[in-house]
């Protein structure tokens, strides 16, 4: 028997952004359920983050994603095992308030919501499913981890000393050798893939943000006979960065053709002929590109190049101001702080995870 394994979907990440949703739908439609039927797959088991936002799905991607998955699940008769992750849960110290069991009401003939530690059985494998761990389960969950035999463990587990993104390992986090007992470890979480031991981060399927970019991403599928996991690629990206050096690399006929549908981000190594420099952008943003962004190298930001005698540190806002005022720079300082004061304004909108 061969099952399809899906995490950290996010259905409705970043504002609900019609790039993303349509991204996923291209995943969906052209990848992950073409594949399902090429290998007879008529079972899923998603490892939690179905959606995104704790506290709210709204109508346009509740919509999308009947419509390019929730209803292709249903009318290939196929069926999914669903743990909540943290972004299910409206609140962070229970998990029985979920976005899960008020959304997906409707399919619950294709959808088995598991809200509590479960050992399941896919012919001869058996597998123990556990949902987020939170101050109300923890108890709970550690003695059903003692206590349960399976050969296999599926969750959304936050453990130290494993990347969460590329090259950004969390040491906070729950020891992973308290998961010893089982064969294998599969979970969701952590948005890059990585291994250690016996624990598997299988990484998200989509990209979502730059730390995504050039990440490679792919969903699993497990076979429970030979238990062998086999991963399928996911083709479409929406981050390119290109690292700008004009000592190694002729930009004049670097082909741009395909950052089309795409975030770029030029980040800029050497600079020797502003001309050529100047070029390659114009080219570039002659795509039909999704955002440019210029990262050059500013040293005059950090460590001696900046007098930071007498800062304020009373007020966020008037440190932010001060310390821009204390570097030796020809940008528009002014610019500057407006830039900051908007980029504030828009992190204290936002809701920590």
């Known amino acids: 028997m061969k099952i399809a394994i899906l995490n950290d979907t996010h259905c409705g990440i ?26 007879n797959i008529k079972h899923i088991i ?20 009947r419509k390019h998955f929730l209803n292709e699940l249903r009318s290939r008769g196929m069926t999914m095992d669903i743990i909540p992750g943290n972004h299910d849960t409206f609140y962070k110290n229970t998990n029985d ?14 959808i088995h919501i598991i809200m509590e530690p479960k050992v399941m059985q896919y ?53 992973h050798k308290l998961f010893n007992k089982f064969e294998l470890v599969l ?18 399927q989509l990209e979502f943000f730059w730390s995504d970019a050039h990440d490679p991403k792919y969903f699993h599928i497990m076979d429970t006979e030979t238990r062998k996991i086999e991963k399928i690629k ?18 004049n006929s670097y082909d741009v053709s395909d950052l089309d549908n795409k975030f770029v981000k030029v980040v800029v190594v050497n600079k020797s002929d502003t001309f050529v420099f100047d070029r390659f952008i114009d080219r570039i943003q002659n795509q039909d590109i999704y955002e440019l962004k210029i990262a050059e190298n500013f040293q005059e930001f950090i460590g001696e190049n900046v007098d930071d005698d007498g800062l304020n540190i009373e007020d966020t806002s008037q440190l ?6 204390s570097v030796d720079t020809d940008l528009d300082k002014d610019r500057i702080k407006v830039n900051m004061r908007e980029l504030m304004t828009e992190a204290q909108a936002l809701e920590i995870a």
Not at 187 to 204: E, F, Q, V
Not at 236 to 248: Q, V
Request: hydrophobic share 30%; proline share 2%.
């Open 123 to 175: 012919d001869s494998l058996s597998m123990a499913l556990l949902p987020w761990i939170c101050p109300e389960n923890y108890d709970q969950s550690m003695t059903f981890v003692r206590d349960c035999k399976a050969d296999w463990l599926g969750s959304h587990l936050e453990l130290g000393g494993f990347e969460m993104q590329r090259g950004i390992e969390s040491h906070d986090g729950m020891d």
């Open 46 to 65: 998603h490892l939690g983050d179905y959606y995104d936002h704790r506290k709210f799905v709204n109508f346009k991607a509740l919509n999308h994603n």
């Open 234 to 251: 996911n083709n479409f990206t929406l981050f390119k960065k290109i690292l700008y050096n004009d000592d190694k690399i002729e930009y």
């Open 97 to 110: 308030l979920n976005s899960l069991k008020e959304c997906l009401g409707h399919y619950m003939n294709e």
């Open 14 to 39: 970043r504002n609900s952004s019609d790039i993303f949703l349509n991204n996923a739908a291209k995943f969906y439609d052209e990848i992950f359920f073409p594949e399902c039927e090429k290998q």
């Open 320 to 325: 932010v101001d001060d310390y821009i005022e």
């Open 187 to 204: 979970s969701g979480h952590y948005h890059t893939s990585s291994r250690k031991d016996n624990i598997w981060y299988l990484g998200s």
